[in-house]
Structures are given as C-alpha cells and as structure tokens.
C-alpha cells in the first residue's frame, strides 16, 4: 500500500530553521498533489503548504515567506523548509496525498487520502 514517511522534525529555538522530508512509496509524487498539514495540541489540524500537479505552490498566510515546499522526482520526496521559526509554529506535521487525479488540488484535510505518520516540530523562545 501507499506509504508516505515523514523525517526532519526536531526541536529549535525561535528564529531557527528545519527541513521535513516526506519519502513515498508505491506513489508517484509528480504531478500529484500534495501538502503539509500541522496539528498543535487541542487545535484542528491545519493545512500549511500544498503543491499542485503543475508544481503551483501555495501556503497558509501564517507560513507566507518562511516555509518552501518542494518536491524531488527522481527521489520521490516531498520538503517542507521552515525558516525563522516561531513557537507557534510548534506541532506535529504530516505530509499528505491525494488519491487519484485532482483538479485544482484540494485544501482540506479530509480530501487527502494518504497520511504520514507525523513528526514533532517543537520551537522554543
């Protein structure tokens, strides 16, 4: 079965910087779409960063300037590059996957069928 394994996560001080690899197998991830999800605790999980089947990216406006995603084919990850880290940044990501073909490429979380299994983000100040 499709597999999506998340790795990178860790803890930072504010203002530093992570890099979130997402390795799929059993998916191609050209031209799929994709996205990082974030949960904090006692909050909903919360979409940060999407890239579409023409390699369009966008992100959640909190993230706008310091998060990048971006995609190697020949290794069939997926990144999410946080820099200048804040505490609220703070939670676990989850990179995430559509089943079949979308256009456009959804935002809500219950429209990815394939999840990661998450890694910790912990940013202090």
């Known amino acids: 079965q499709v597999q999506l394994v998340e790795s990178g996560g860790g803890s930072v001080q504010s203002g530093g910087s992570l890099r979130l690899s997402c390795a799929a197998s059993r998916y191609t991830i050209r031209g799929a779409c994709m996205g990082w999800f974030r949960q904090a605790p006692g909050k909903e999980r919360e979409g940060v960063a999407y890239?579409?089947?023409?390699?369009?990216?966008t992100y959640a406006d909190s993230v706008k300037g310091r998060f990048s995603i971006s995609q190697d084919n020949a290794k069939n990850t997926m990144y999410l590059q946080m820099n200048s880290l804040k505490p609220e940044d703070t939670a676990m990501y989850y990179c995430a996957a559509v089943r079949g073909v979308w256009y456009p490429c959804p935002k809500t979380s219950s429209d990815y069928a394939y999840w990661g299994q998450g890694v910790q983000v912990a940013v202090s100040s």
């Open positions: 890239t579409t089947r023409y390699a369009i990216t």
